[in-house]
């Protein structure tokens, strides 16, 4: 039987069906074609070489920047059963002799070498003796001066192109503005026609700026929605990666530093500890992760400002590899942005110019109301519509609407001054809920007047409380330790003499693995597959997520395939890797079945198609994702409001953004009464709020707002939304 790329999808590395335009970018490389591919990470950049390689008689070359990438990539390819090697300075002189024998004897189908080591005559003499079917440099924005990433090496792969002119080139990346494109394109002497580029989109990011007033509790704070999970946290100087680590370290997180100041020894220990699960945070300056393809990292944060709007989409790209759900938090101050203005200020005068552009563009971003999406993707060239995106802190958040929180604030205040001004926000907050914790019983809170006042807020809303009173000088805040106390101002607040104008943060949950567009799945019995893995992995020494990813483990918690046939059909599992490991998590999966009288789930048939034309990949044919046209269609067939809220574990207000955006997708919305029965208003209210959308559009909610002289609120606004989008097609 013909090998065909499909067979090679499926077999080797487990996938089902090609991602857009994965199967075109190939089809062209197969046609020695020169080919650009510019696609987001995650989307599958390096099958589009690597399925070529597979297919060509001969070998390919891939030029990679960094040790650690490509020992990372030829433990996967060897994981699949694929020949692949790789030679770098990490090799002993008789391991390097070695590998060169085996590509001289024609066993190995991909190399992964250094651009210096490509550039050396025994590299020449090496190839010149076997056929070299294509050359592929991956990471190619490091091509061009105009890049974040500049390596002058790279720039001499022309040189390279012209000594084996029968070979194709191959030119990856994920992070590339069209200035960058079109460099690399000529530096390579490219036809322009030969590219691929889908959209810079991850949509399974949510993505999120935060206002930075108290950095170790903001971080803190997300550590503790994160528990047992991997993550990133960038910091600007060594300095504070070490004091950060150190200080996590002491309250009992799982974490390492890693910034170029410490020894190799200590460093590349500390990244191998992380790769394998072994540490779940590490604490980086931007020296850390483009040498790694971890794809279960859930979070990346952002203690300090990133230099630029490349830098912080590479960095943010290191989360979710795997597809599922993760939330990217940028701490953001002016502080930090005049900081950043002057360590450019003291570079090389031609430097200046481009590093203040990109400051720019970069605070701009920050500072922005609008979709995150629409200024990140708008920096690499590309036009983002599906406002609102649904996953980013502007879209996700009411317009920022000045209320009355002077009762809040209040209790706020009041609870600082009970428990002595000798305690920080979360304290306060724990106070306000009536929490239990050790803490508050310790010091006897419980007995405050106080004490569980506050259980009409989130413990994230009563933190975001805390943070706004801060600003507006009514408590002072210990920069060290965080501990807060009233100001003279407050006083005359508690005396009810002074009104507190502030936002009311709309509670919303971080990406979890359940809750954004991914099937639902038994924790439990993920986090077996979990511990199994991890066994296996380090039994090979290599870590978990080569043997199978958090994704691959998932289908098998929410399907419980119990037989090699059912096995192959998750996604990740294909032959090699169904042989080597298939029964140890068979055995997982049965045991665990067969306690719980569980029966194997059937899969949902049908899946998405791949994009079918060539060229760039069209990135929004419609402004409803894929959870927004389950919850729309749900909805449609008869499910409530509430029903849908506990079907996704999510907020009631989750759910109405939903059917708002499938309704203004032009989908119908079934006109039901629960609709109806959301609203408190008074009918003649209703049919005003009607009036006002049917006049005003139901695009944005602010016009309505305004409209309404302010006296009907957003979650008013947002169910009476829905009732004249249900109204408005029948």
């Known amino acids: 039987m013909q090998t065909t790329p499909e067979i090679l999808l499926k077999t080797v590395f487990g996938y089902d069906q090609f991602k857009p335009l994965q199967r075109e970018a190939i089809e062209n490389v197969l046609k020695k074609r020169d080919t650009l591919v510019i696609m987001p990470t995650g989307a599958g950049k390096s099958i589009c070489y690597q399925i070529p390689a597979l297919l060509f008689p001969g070998l390919t070359v891939v030029v990679s ?12 390819l060897q994981e699949v059963g694929v020949p692949a090697l790789f030679l770098n300075s990490s090799l002993s002189m008789d391991e390097y002799m070695e590998n060169m024998a085996q590509v001289t004897s024609g066993k190995v189908k991909l190399l992964y070498v250094a651009p210096e080591t490509l550039l050396t005559q025994r590299l020449f003499n090496l190839l010149a003796g076997v056929q070299l079917d ?3 440099i991956d990471e190619a924005h490091c091509i061009s001066e105009w890049g974040h990433d500049f390596r002058p090496e790279y720039r001499q792969m022309i040189g390279v192109r012209n000594r084996f002119p029968q070979a194709v080139c191959v030119a990856l990346t994920a992070t590339a503005t069209p200035r960058v494109q079109e460099d690399i394109k000529a530096s390579l002497h490219f ?77 590349k220990r500390n990244q191998e500890l992380f790769i394998r699960d072994d540490v779940q945070i590490i604490v980086a300056t931007i020296a850390f992760g483009m040498g790694i393809d971890k794809p279960n990292v859930r979070f990346v944060l952002h203690y300090d400002l990133p230099k630029s709007m490349d830098g912080y989409y590479q960095e943010i790209g290191r989360a979710g590899r795997d597809g599922l759900p993760a939330t990217c938090r940028l701490l953001y101050s002016y502080g930090d942005a005049q900081k950043l203005k002057y360590f450019i200020l003291e570079k090389e005068e031609g430097e200046i110019e481009l590093e203040l552009q990109r400051l720019q563009a970069l605070t ?55 428990t002595g001004e000798r305690f920080g926000a979360g304290h306060v907050a724990d106070v306000l809920l009536g929490s239990q914790n050790k803490k508050v019983l310790d010091y006897r809170h419980q007995n405050l007047s106080t004490y569980g006042i506050g259980k009409e807020l989130t413990r994230k ?18 920069g060290q330790y ?30 979890s693995l359940r809750s954004a567009g991914e099937v639902e799945y038994d924790a439990s019995l993920f986090e077996l597959l979990r511990r199994k893995r991890k066994e296996l992995a380090d039994e090979e020494n290599v870590p978990p997520y080569i043997i199978f990813s958090d994704r691959t483990l998932v289908e098998m918690a929410a399907y419980y395939p119990q037989s090699g046939a059912n096995l192959l059909k998750v996604s990740g599992v294909g032959t090699v890797k169904a042989a080597r490991y298939g029964e140890d998590f068979l055995n997982v999966i049965r045991t665990y079945c067969s306690e719980r009288k569980l029966a194997e ?53 989750t759910i109405l953004d939903h059917l708002a955006r499938f309704g203004l997708d032009g989908n119908p919305l079934r006109a039901g009464e629960d609709l109806l029965a959301l609203s408190r208003l008074r009918p003649e209210m209703q049919q005003s709020v009607l009036m006002a959308f049917g006049e005003l559009g139901a695009e944005r909610l602010k016009p309505v707002f305004e409209r309404m002289n302010g006296t009907v609120n957003y979650d008013e606004l947002k169910v009476m939304r829905l009732v004249y989008l249900s109204r408005k097609r029948e």
């Not at 997300?222 to 200080?247: H, M, N, P, W």
């Not at 389950?630 to 849908?644: D, K, M, P, S």
Request: charged fraction near 25%.
């Open 134 to 136: 294509c050359l592929t």
């Open 364 to 418: 701009q971003y920050a500072e922005s109301d609008d979709c995150r999406r629409v200024t990140l993707l708008g920096y690499f060239g590309e036009q983002y519509n599906a406002v609102p995106c649904g996953m980013c802190d502007n879209c996700l958040g009411d317009e920022k609407v000045q209320v009355d929180i002077t009762i809040l604030a209040q209790k706020f205040l009041s609870c600082v001054k009970r």
């Open 601 to 653: 789930k059937p899969r949902p048939d049908g899946r998405a198609g791949r994009a079918e034309s060539p060229g760039r990949a069209a990135p929004n044919k419609s402004t409803a994702g894929n959870r927004t046209t389950e919850v729309g269609e749900a909805y449609n067939a008869g499910e409530t409001i509430e029903e849908l809220t506990a079907m996704y574990a999510v907020t009631p207000g």
């Open 65 to 76: 920047p960094l040790i650690a990438l490509m020992k990372d990539q030829v433990e996967q």
């Open 482 to 511: 965080g501990v807060l106390a009233l100001t003279a101002r407050a006083n005359e607040t508690l005396k009810r003499k002074e009104q507190v104008l502030g936002v009311l943060q709309v509670e919303r949950a971080t990406a």
């Open 461 to 478: 809303q009563w933190l975001n409380i805390g943070r706004q009173l801060v600003q507006k000088g009514l408590l002072a805040e210990d």
């Open 191 to 267: 036809d322009a026609s030969n590219e691929f580029i889908t959209s810079f989109n991850r949509e399974n990011l949510l993505i999120e700026v935060v206002p930075k007033n108290n950095p170790l509790a903001q971080t803190l704070e997300l550590l503790e929605s994160f528990k047992d999970q991997s993550g990133i946290i960038y910091c600007f100087t060594r300095k504070q990666v070490d004091v950060l680590s150190a200080l996590l370290a002491k309250k009992g997180y799982s974490v390492r530093p890693y910034h170029a100041g410490l020894e190799d020894e200590e460093r």
